[in-house]
Structures are given as C-alpha cells and as structure tokens.
C-alpha cells in the first residue's frame, strides 16, 4: 500500500524518447479535462534571489482527475548563468501523490518530463493552430533542451519540414542545433545569425529562449499567416500581441508574471486581445484568425506534468525500470 519509486533521468528520457505520439495524446486529454474544470491548478510560487534575479524556482502543485487520479508537485528550477558553465539551465524534480491517501508515491526526475510535456504541448498547438504537420519554414529561436525537444516531437509527430532555420544568440550553440536536426532527425537545417531574417518568411516560429523580458517589438514582425509559438513566454513586447489573435493554454495563469501577454494587459488596461485557449480550438468553439498572426502562449500547466510523470511512473513500473525504496516511510500504521 505504501510503496515509493524513484524514477531518474535518464530512465525518463527512455521511456519519452519510445512514446512521444502517446504524449502528445495525454497533453491534448489533459487539456480539455482541465476545460472541463476536472482538474485543480493553483498558481505557480515563484522563489527568486535578490543576488540572482535571472535565477528561480518555481512550484507548481496540481490535481489531475479522470484516469489519473493523481495529486503532486514540480519544484523546478531555472539558473541561466549555469550554461556558461556547460551546465544546463534547468533542473526539477516531480512528487507524485496517492489521491486517496495523500501519500507520495513516487519521485521522478523532472527536467525531462518538463521538456517533454512543454514541447508536446507546442507541438499540439502547431498542428492545432495550423491544420496540417507541414511547414515550408519553421524557425527556432533558442537552441538548446527545450527547443532539442521540441524538434523531437515535432519529428515524432512526423512533421514535414521543408526548411528549418536556427537561430541563437551565440551562433556556436546554433550551429550545433542545427547540426543534430540534420544528422540525427534528417531536418533540413540552417543557422540564420540576423533574427529578423530567420523571422521574415517563415510560415511557423517557435521561441524557447531564456529571456526576461521582450527584445522583439516592432509591430510589423509577423504577418497574417505567420503562426508563433510563444513557448519562452516573454521574447514578443505587448504592442505584437495586441496586434495579433491570442491563444493560451490557460488565460488566467498565462496572465501573471510579466508574461507577454499580461505585459500587454498592464499596457492596455484590458484583455480583449485574447480569443481563448488551445482547448477551445480543439472543440472548435473558436476559428483560427487570417487577417492577423497567430500567437500560442502556454504558461506551462502542473496538471500538464502530472499526465506525463504519471505516463512515465507506470510505464517504468511495468517495464521493471522504477528504483524501489521499501522502507521509505518509516511509519506507516496510527496506534
């Protein structure tokens, strides 16, 4: 009754790596059970450093209904200055809670399981968004795990990409992006060092930077056409997301923390440039707009974890790949 796993990395990945259609396919049921309100999502807590303002971490504890069944939480982390040390930026880990007992019954690391419930998610809304899994040019602000793992799902999704620019600040970290897209996913790909280039033509875009607040501004950036995923939340300043038809994965938690849309919010003193979320364009209770750029920012649901984490606990656990810890809790009978 009282059992607890621990889950690792690169088990994770392992068992992501062999299942990111079925993924994709929790994410989509995740969301319309959130929809449906079967699910509790507080806000994220945010702990923050005075002595490192571009560091976090961040709680996001979630109950997720149905199948599931489950309760938990993601302490992640987001330590940017750990990648001039070669040393990636993000680190996490997931509590899974028995419904019934509220007890933990596993522990899995969560890093992988964030990429992969983030990039399932962009992708979703890509062929959400889009109607199709073809794309003349996609464009990739960003080369490192979260938009690795995009392009992975993106492939798995088998999503024809006829030309797949890369775009970085440090053309190094492009160049090798691009390299791993061309050799290991057969992706046509290219590093394009102006952003505004690696922009302009380019039917769908894709931000997973680290950026804390907006560098792209100029309201003519994208055009009708033009869809973007706005994965890193705070790349687009508030006068393209006025400009544009909005999507989020959850209004009111994509609203808080200086995200682009809630800059925009605080700019305009309203919210009417939102037209809904993924969920709803699923249903099709709301049409994708041709007269302006499309723009999805999903703030990044806990309950998004928990249908992954969960996926990866019973997976390992019937595959015989979960860590047993049988004397975990030191008391479990009431005298």
Same mark, same amino acid.
């Given at each position: 009754?009282?059992?607890?796993?621990?889950?690792?990395?690169?088990?994770?990945?392992?068992? *992501?790596?062999?299942?990111?259609?079925?993924?994709?396919?929790?994410?989509? #049921?995740?969301?319309?059970?959130?929809?449906?309100?079967?699910?509790?999502?507080?806000?994220?807590?945010?702990?923050?450093?005075?002595?490192?303002?571009?560091?976090?971490?961040?709680?996001?504890?979630?109950?997720?209904?149905?199948?599931?069944?489950?309760?938990?939480?993601?302490?992640?982390?987001?330590?940017?200055?750990?990648?001039?040390?070669?040393?990636?930026?993000?680190?996490?880990?997931?509590?899974?809670?028995?419904?019934?007992? +509220?007890?933990?019954?596993?522990? =899995? @690391?969560?890093?992988?399981?964030?990429?992969?419930?983030?990039?399932?998610?962009?992708?979703?809304?890509?062929? @959400?968004?889009?109607?199709?899994?073809? $794309?003349?040019?996609?464009?990739? /602000?960003? #080369?490192?795990? &979260?938009?690795?793992?995009?392009?992975?799902?993106?492939?798995?999704?088998?999503?024809?990409?006829?030309?797949?620019?890369?775009?970085?600040? &440090?053309?190094? !970290?492009?160049?090798?992006?691009?390299?791993? #897209?061309?050799?290991?996913?057969?992706?046509?790909?290219?590093?394009?060092?102006?952003?505004?280039? %690696?922009? $302009?033509? %380019?039917?769908?875009? /894709?931000?997973?930077?680290? %950026?804390?607040?907006?560098?792209? =501004?100029?309201?003519?950036?994208?055009?009708?056409?033009?869809?973007?995923?706005? /994965?890193?939340?705070?790349?687009?300043?508030?006068?393209?997301? #006025?400009?544009?038809?909005?999507?989020?994965?959850?209004? +009111?938690?994509?609203?808080?923390?200086?995200?682009?849309?809630?800059?925009?919010?605080?700019? !305009?003193?309203?919210?009417?440039? *939102?037209?809904?979320?993924?969920?709803? /364009?699923?249903?099709?209770?709301? @049409?994708?707009?041709?007269?302006?750029?499309?723009?999805?920012?999903?703030?990044?649901?806990?309950? =998004?974890?928990?249908?992954?984490? $969960?996926?990866?606990?019973?997976?390992?656990?019937?595959?015989?790949?979960?860590?047993? &810890?049988?004397?975990?809790?030191? @008391? $479990?009978?009431?005298?």
């Amino acid at each position: 009754m009282f059992e607890f796993s621990v889950i690792g990395g690169r088990t994770a990945r392992d068992i *992501i790596g062999r299942s990111r259609k079925q993924i994709v396919e929790e994410v989509r #049921a995740t969301y319309l059970a959130h929809e449906d309100g079967d699910s509790v999502n507080p806000n994220s807590y945010f702990l923050r450093f005075p002595d490192k303002p571009d560091s976090r971490i961040i709680a996001l504890p979630a109950y997720l209904g149905g199948e599931h069944n489950v309760a938990g939480i993601k302490w992640i982390s987001s330590f940017p200055g750990n990648i001039k040390n070669k040393v990636p930026r993000a680190s996490a880990a997931l509590l899974l809670n028995d419904y019934e007992t +509220g007890y933990p019954f596993a522990c =899995l @690391e969560a890093s992988q399981i964030s990429a992969a419930r983030t990039a399932a998610s962009a992708v979703l809304a890509a062929e @959400e968004l889009t109607g199709r899994s073809t $794309t003349k040019r996609l464009t990739i /602000v960003g #080369a490192g795990i &979260i938009a690795r793992n995009i392009l992975e799902f993106f492939h798995a999704q088998e999503w024809q990409i006829d030309d797949l620019v890369i775009h970085d600040r &440090i053309p190094a !970290y492009g160049q090798a992006f691009a390299d791993y #897209a061309a050799g290991e996913l057969d992706y046509p790909a290219r590093v394009e060092e102006n952003l505004d280039t %690696a922009i $302009t033509g %380019a039917d769908l875009v /894709v931000f997973a930077t680290t %950026a804390g607040e907006p560098y792209v =501004l100029d309201p003519d950036t994208f055009v009708p056409g033009q869809t973007v995923l706005n /994965v890193s939340l705070r790349d687009i300043g508030p006068e393209i997301i #006025a400009g544009a038809q909005n999507i989020l994965d959850d209004i +009111g938690h994509c609203m808080t923390a200086n995200t682009s849309p809630h800059l925009a919010e605080q700019k !305009y003193g309203h919210r009417d440039f *939102i037209d809904g979320t993924l969920a709803q /364009v699923i249903r099709g209770t709301v @049409e994708i707009a041709t007269d302006r750029p499309v723009i999805f920012s999903p703030f990044g649901l806990g309950v =998004l974890d928990l249908a992954v984490g $969960t996926h990866v606990y019973r997976t390992a656990k019937e595959s015989g790949e979960a860590v047993e &810890i049988s004397d975990f809790f030191g @008391e $479990t009978q009431r005298w």
